[in-house]
Antibody
Framework: EVQLMESGGGLVQPGGSLRLSCAAS????????MGWVRQAPGKGLEWVSS????????YYADSLKGRFTISRDNVKKSLYLQMNSLRAEDTAVYYC????????????WGQGTLVTVSS | QSVLTQPPSASGTPGQRVTISCSGS????????VHWYQQLPGTAPKLLIY???QRPSGVPDRFSGSKSGTSASLAISGLQSEDEADYYC???????????FGGGTKLTVL
């Protein structure tokens, strides 16, 4: 069973930084692409970033480029999202998700971690 | 403003069949596969349909997906109260080089 557990969320001031982590278990982590999707309070889903199994291919949502960095450690079976220069509009639940092989969809999701950007 | 367009709401009575539409363009739905997610209140999204019309293991065959041109649809037959949730379509966009989501459709079972 695919298990994904996010951590690292919390309250941060505008302009601050935060690093999210996602611990994976129940599957061969190094064989799957992964991604981050966020959801602002009361709003819809917004794709943030994705990374291939070997980290060779990385994509970001245009609105986030330059501020967020996705990475992974296949030995530690972990996915990360480094978030810098945070803004109020980055306030959201951030979900870690496993990419379906060969497609752009996500077939496994964590429970999410809440990031609140506020002074 | 979402790249993929969905109706904000839909409704039906138990046992009915409802459909949710998802409209896109040649750079997303028109050239790539569509996926559908179900998000029950207070929970993480769950993959419902992938590759336009494929159901992951465990998803009832009451749920079906289709795609034609730059539009896609999710159909739910034999509507049940537990189907009350938000539904999102999504897919890859070649112009944006990223995943795009629809704005979501809130399904109410009357």
């Amino acid at each position: 069973e695919v298990q994904l557990m996010e951590s690292g969320g919390g309250l941060v001031q505008p302009g601050g930084s935060l690093r999210l982590s996602c611990a994976a278990s129940g599957f061969t982590f190094s064989s799957f692409g992964m991604g981050w999707v966020r959801q602002a309070p009361g709003k819809g889903l917004e794709w943030v970033s994705s990374i291939s199994s070997s980290s060779s291919t990385i994509y970001y949502a245009d609105s986030l480029k330059g501020r967020f960095t996705i990475s992974r450690d296949n030995v530690k079976k972990s996915l990360y999202l480094q978030m810098n220069s945070l803004r109020a509009e980055d306030t959201a639940v951030y979900y870690c998700a496993r990419k379906i092989g060969g497609y752009s969809g996500y077939d496994g999701w964590g429970q999410g971690t809440l990031v609140t950007v506020s002074s | 403003q979402s790249v993929l367009t969905q109706p904000p709401s839909a409704s039906g009575t138990p046992g009915q069949r409802v459909t949710i539409s998802c409209s896109g363009s040649s750079s997303n739905i028109g050239s790539n596969t569509v996926h559908w997610y179900q998000q029950l209140p207070g929970t993480a999204p769950k993959l419902l349909i992938y590759n336009n019309n494929q159901r992951p293991s465990g998803v009832p065959d009451r749920f079906s997906g289709s795609k034609s041109g730059t539009s896609a649809s999710l159909a739910i037959s034999g509507l049940q109260s537990e189907d009350e949730a938000d539904y999102y379509c999504a897919g890859w966009d070649d112009s944006l080089n990223g995943v795009v989501f629809g704005g979501g459709t809130k399904l109410t079972v009357l």
